[in-house]
RNA sequence: UGGGAUGUAGCCAAGUCGGUAAGGCACCAGACUUUGACUCUGGCAUUCCGCAGGUUCGAGUCCUGCCAUCCCAA
């Protein structure tokens, strides 16, 4: 008796692979595509002709109401707090491996899968997620804070291949997406402009404000804190003679945003929240990734308390941003993460 | 209306002995990217260098006048 497994696809490239993947390893496969947000018919009618070119069924899943209620209010709630949400993170633990595992356990699949490069490995009597094989397109960072019965049920069948190895199987197999572009941004946000959505979602405008130096001087203008996210460059009025500033800190409270030099947005510690282990197995010396597309940094965490931990760094990190996740790696493996809420020198 | 200085793209700014407008910031486009950023590549003064004349084959670059701004002296 084959062992049934869900598989989320979107109608892109890197779901269909892994569901054709599936169906070669003898699984017997179920397609369900998400309703999440905005005009999907397109991907559903993709993923709905992968599915059939692969002869298996496809369903539907309409989880609108808890993607706007987990997702995107949040999402906008945070901007307004002054924080820099990162909502692939989110999503995944809410929606993907949230509702949708719920509604695979309950149709009695034995695993869910996805197209995430990621993989599952076996430590010490546990599953931990691990890095891809290969690193360029690494996703793990997103999936660091899935608990251990699930980690236990999922299959990532992309997780050791790379993006032009999966292209190229999706044209060998003649999947009817193997042509489909990658795609990017915020799934919510079709054109990108993640600022007029937060405007229009909490009914804003524009709303200028002073922009600050490190020893509070007003140096210049800024167009509402929330447009504006650390490490940033770009959006002040103007400009300086001697060279481009970026984003230190933003002040919701008094809509300020503080600028400096480049030399000025490394930090040496950070501080999380939301702390979660994966295993118990772990030293101190970890290498922490503050970003989705940075690099893990070799550092010291310590947990300060039920769900939270500080991390310093052997060396300063750039633009560390309150709101994005700090995932802590042993070696390959994920070994536990949170959600930032503070950086120093 | 005594003296001195400056006036080059939105901003800062280089422009030698006159030879056919560096660079930086900002901005725009593209690339990168299942988050926001960062980064990278390209574009960005085709009768134009405060204005008006003049000299010259040719002037931002020399000459004359004017205008504007700043500083000192008042």
């Known amino acids: 008796m084959p062992k049934k497994v869900c598989v989320a696809m979107s109608g892109g490239v890197d779901s269909s692979v892994a569901a054709a993947l599936l169906v070669s390893r003898g699984f017997s496969v179920e397609g369900v595509t998400m309703r999440l947000w905005g005009d999907a018919d397109r991907d559903i009618a993709d993923a709905a002709r992968v599915a059939d070119f692969l002869g298996f069924p496809h369903i539907v899943l309409d989880l609108r109401p808890a993607f706007r209620a987990q997702v995107v209010t949040p999402f906008v709630g945070a901007y307004l707090g002054g924080l820099t949400p990162n909502p692939c993170v989110v999503c995944n633990r809410e929606i993907k491996f949230g509702a949708l595992y719920t509604y695979a356990r309950e149709r009695g699949c034995d695993f869910l899968s996805t197209g995430h490069y990621a993989r599952v490995t076996l430590f010490d009597g546990a599953y931990l997620i691990a890095r891809g094989r290969y690193p360029r397109k690494d996703q793990s960072y997103v ?203």
């Open 143 to 345: 999936l660091y804070h899935l608990p251990p019965e699930v980690r236990a049920r999922i299959l990532l069948p992309l997780g050791t291949l790379s993006k032009p190895q999966v292209r190229r199987l999706a044209r060998e197999w003649a999947l009817p997406v193997a042509a489909r572009p990658d795609s990017q941004d915020i799934c919510f946000i079709p054109d990108g402009d993640y600022a007029d959505f937060v405007e229009r979602e909490a009914a804003l405008s524009v709303r200028p404000g002073d922009l600050l130096d490190t020893a509070g001087a007003v140096v210049g203008r800024h167009q509402g804190f929330w447009r504006y996210t650390v490490g940033q460059r770009r959006g002040f009025s103007g400009g300086f003679p001697d060279g481009p500033r970026f984003v230190l800190s933003t002040d919701p409270a008094r809509n300020t945003v503080t600028v400096g030099k480049n030399d000025e947005v490394f930090s040496e510690r950070l501080t999380v929240r939301g702390l979660v282990w994966a295993t118990d197995r772990h030293g101190s010396r970890l290498d922490t990734k503050i970003r989705y597309s940075a690099r893990a940094a070799a550092s010291a965490v310590t947990q300060t308390g039920p769900d939270s931990a500080e991390v310093v760094f052997d060396a300063p990190q750039r633009a560390v941003t309150p709101g994005q996740s700090a995932v802590f790696y042993d070696g390959d493996r994920v070994v536990g993460g949170g959600t930032i809420v503070r950086a120093s020198v």
